[in-house]
């Protein structure tokens, strides 16, 4: 596979966007936060990143470092996106592969990220 154009949403269908990203860079986190929500992680630049529902209605959380901005839904709670700056600066967004049409999760080989001890 390769960089794919991909339609993400929340659970209620509030929030939905589209974006590109590779899934087969596919990555989970063992940190505090990404341990209990279960997501398979892909990441691109925001450029590719287009929300199409739910402009004002996203939730942000935010957490140690603060260098995320994890967007969920406020009606049915599901983060489907998250959002910040790259290590190199540049702006990028994180797709819940868990969230997007067309990608079977359970045939991907996600990178394991050690997020917890950073
Ligand atoms: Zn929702």
């Known amino acids: 596979m390769a960089i794919q154009t991909l339609n ?5 269908g509030a929030i939905a966007y589209t ?3 590779d899934p087969d860079k ?6 505090s936060l990404c341990s209990k929500l279960g997501a398979v992680w892909a990441f691109g630049p925001k450029a590719t990143f287009k929300l199409g529902k ?3 209605r996203l939730g942000d959380y935010q957490f140690n470092k ?8 406020p009606s049915c709670g ?3 996106y998250a959002e910040g700056k ?5 702006e990028m967004v994180g797709i819940n592969l868990r969230c997007v049409d067309g990608v079977d999760v359970a045939k ?3 990178k394991q990220v050690d997020g917890r001890s950073k």
């Not at 603060?66 to 839904?73: E, I, K, Y």
Request: proline share 6%; glycine share 14%.
């Open 54 to 56: 739910g402009e004002g």
């Open 26 to 31: 596919a990555m989970t986190c063992n940190c």
């Open 8 to 12: 993400g949403s929340c659970h209620c």
């Open 19 to 21: 974006a590109e990203v």
């Open 108 to 110: 991907l080989s996600p």
């Open 66 to 73: 603060h260098v995320l901005h994890h967007r969920f839904c």
């Open 78 to 80: 599901i983060e489907s």
């Open 86 to 90: 790259g290590p190199d600066g540049s």
